[in-house]
């Protein structure tokens, strides 16, 4: 089983909320200081689903991250992990473009890659939400695509997919070679070892530039672009919390019970 | 003039009936059509439709395309690529709406890309440019803490909408309408997936439609402490939910998950206890009417947004609020 997993460097979302800031003019999200980037969160659970079906299948996992300033902590977790290879495309060209121009990128990355049986990335990446890109690459190059796994399992050249849905699951059978996107449903990503980080350490990742891949620029980052953003805003949330105080917990509580019922909301 | 023209919305049917977020689609395009002076119409997926197609004119739609096969029932995104793909072919919309579920995530993207075009999903408002007559598309983007508005440059422009952000459609029934079937011409050959069981994991009142949710996070601590927001849910007549982590640590079960990527509520009163109110979160839940929230924290990002409030510690301050609450409800 040959598996790709593509996975993003974004901004910490869990950085407290009130860090979050935007720059009006560049319409940008100014990065929280002192707060490290990290894997897109289920970009780790797509990890951790590759490494489940290797250890079952054999076989070999590339991770592929797109970017620039890719700090080598960050995109060498799944190396720690316990993926195989990692393929940075990793240049001013290919970012600052939207859905389309970045599974464009990516589509053409896996074709030099070529080999493979399973490509898995996340539901949705944890800065822009966008859930296109897995569904994306699926089109591009043909497959069927699955998305919102909770549990893969691959049976000869079968593979079986439980699927989240609102009010339960679907088990979903598909041909391979397939697309699966992965969510929280899934069991958690596993923690490096110490074995996994000192063989992170020493593997370099292979850095291909669009040239490498032979790209037509105008096709990536910026000009390759279908969508323009026109506003990028925070909701105003209005506080008007009226905390309901007391001497100790056990009053406070009766006392927030009894201000419910004077207000009218019980 | 561009050859592109009229808004198309999908509509999914579920037992013979339109699905409450088609309603929605409806009502979204017909009024967008009405801003761009142009038609609309809709296609209906799902099989078997019953009275679903004159539904859909009563809800505004100008045309009406149908495709009832059998080999539709399953909704699977596979089977249905290419009826959608072929009718958009033959109408050439300028817009292309469908809701963001479990179908519209999949196809929308593949048939942007197909169409040579691009999609914005997840949508909560869209409206038209005065000027460049383009489609301007509000997401919520960061987990919440912002939102984007964008446009689609190229045609035709693709979108899905979140569930309950748009007004439904306004039923007429002197609307008139021309109803279209189609061959759905299903080639087997080229399925490449099939369903093999659907499973409903859910019991008792469905978070979206209760009109009470009681909501623990990580601070709730075990699955014993759930046990506890269950017992006044009950006496509430609501729903438990629970925050990412509690239901990552099977505190809860993971469909009660509320927020981004869980279930999007609109409760009359949402009781929010040791949670700390992450934008993920609240983008599940700010629609509530009335948010309570309990925490430890005074500085917690819930009380942000929350009515009313009282800084405790939850398994103190419980058993007291709990009782006073199960009194009133006498
Ligand atoms: C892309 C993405 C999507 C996400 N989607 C979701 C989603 O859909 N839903 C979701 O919930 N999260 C989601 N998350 C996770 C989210 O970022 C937060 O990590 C999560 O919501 C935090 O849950 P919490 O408030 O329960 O835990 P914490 O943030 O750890 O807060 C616990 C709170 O409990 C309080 N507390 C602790 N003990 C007590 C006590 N004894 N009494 C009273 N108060 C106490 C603390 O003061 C604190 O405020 C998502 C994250 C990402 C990156
Ligand atoms: N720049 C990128 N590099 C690698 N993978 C990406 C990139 N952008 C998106 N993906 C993958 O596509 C998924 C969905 O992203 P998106 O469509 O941006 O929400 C992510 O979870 C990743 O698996």
């Known amino acids: ?266 | 003039m561009s050859e592109y023209q009229g808004v198309l919305v999908f509509c999914e049917v579920f037992e013979g009936r339109l699905t409450s977020v088609s309603l929605e689609l409806l009502g979204t395009g017909r009024r967008l059509a009405g801003e761009l002076k142009t038609s609309f119409q809709a296609m209906l997926l799902g099989s078997p439709l019953d009275k679903a197609p004159d539904e859909a004119i009563i809800c505004g739609a100008e045309k009406v395309y149908v495709a009832d096969d059998p080999g539709l029932k399953d909704s699977l995104t596979d089977s249905y690529l290419p009826v959608m793909e072929k009718i958009i072919k033959q109408v050439c919309p300028a817009v292309v709406l469908m809701g963001q579920t479990n179908m519209g995530r999949d196809l929308i993207p593949r048939l942007a890309y197909r169409s040579n075009s691009a999609a914005v999903l997840d949508c909560v408002a869209l409206a038209i440019d005065g000027d460049t007559k383009r489609l301007l598309m509000t997401k919520p983007v960061f987990g919440g803490n912002a939102y984007a508005v964008q446009i689609c440059e190229t045609n035709p422009q693709f979108a899905t909408i979140r569930a309950k952000s748009m007004a439904p459609a306004i039923r007429d029934e002197s609307r008139k309408g021309e109803i279209i079937k189609l061959q759905a011409d299903l080639d087997l050959s080229r399925v490449q997936t099939r369903l093999i069981e659907r499973k409903t994991e859910i019991a008792g009142i469905k978070l979206e439609d209760a009109r009470v949710i009681v909501c623990g996070g990580r601070g709730i601590g075990s699955a014993e402490g759930f046990k506890q927001l269950e017992e006044l849910a009950r006496v509430l007549k609501g729903a438990v939910g629970a925050s990412r982590p509690a239901c990552d640590n099977k505190w809860a079960s993971d469909n009660v998950q509320i927020g981004l990527t869980g279930k999007i509520v609109s409760p009359e009163l949402y009781i929010a206890v040791a949670l700390s109110g992450s934008s993920q979160h609240l983008s599940g839940c700010s629609g509530s009417k009335v948010i309570v929230a309990i925490n430890k924290d005074a500085e917690a990002n819930i009380f942000k947004v929350a009515h009313y409030g009282i800084v405790a510690d939850w398994k103190k301050a419980w058993p007291s609020f709990a009782g006073k609450v199960k009194e009133l409800m006498k």
Not at chain 1, 14 to 41: R, Y
Request: with cysteine.
């Open chain 1, 1 to 266: 089983m040959n598996i790709i997993v593509c996975v993003k460097q974004v901004n910490d979302p869990e950085a407290p909320p009130s860090s979050f800031k935007i720059d009006p003019n560049s319409n940008k999200v100014v990065p929280p200081v002192g707060v490290p980037p990290v894997l897109s969160t289920f970009d780790e659970y797509a990890v951790e689903a590759a490494i489940r079906v290797k250890e079952k299948t054999g076989g070999k996992i590339t991770a592929l991250s797109l970017g620039i300033n890719l700090l080598r902590d960050v995109v060498k977790k799944p190396l720690s992990m316990g993926v195989d290879e990692l393929v940075l495309l990793e240049d001013p060209a290919y970012i600052d473009g939207d859905s389309w121009s970045t599974s464009f990128a990516l589509f053409t990355a896996i074709k030099k890659i070529g080999n493979y049986d399973l490509i898995l990335c996340g539901r949705q990446s944890a800065d822009w939400d966008a859930g296109q890109v897995g569904p994306g690459i699926a089109e591009l190059l043909g497959l069927p695509c699955i998305t919102l796994a909770r549990k893969l399992e691959v049976e000869g050249n079968r593979l079986k997919v439980e699927r989240v849905i609102p009010d339960g699951f679907e088990l979903i059978e598909s041909t391979l070679p397939a697309l699966v996107t992965l969510s929280n449903e899934h069991p958690a990503p596993r923690y490096p070892n110490v074995k996994g980080i000192m063989m992170a350490k020493r593997k370099e990742p292979i850095v291909w530039k669009p040239s490498d891949l032979g790209l037509d620029v105008a096709k990536i980052g910026p000009s390759g672009r279908r969508t323009r953003l026109i506003k990028l805003y925070q909701p105003v949330r209005e506080s008007h919390c009226e905390i309901v105080t007391a001497d100790t917990p056990e009053e406070a509580g009766l006392k927030l019970g009894q201000k419910l019922r004077d207000v009218k909301v019980l």
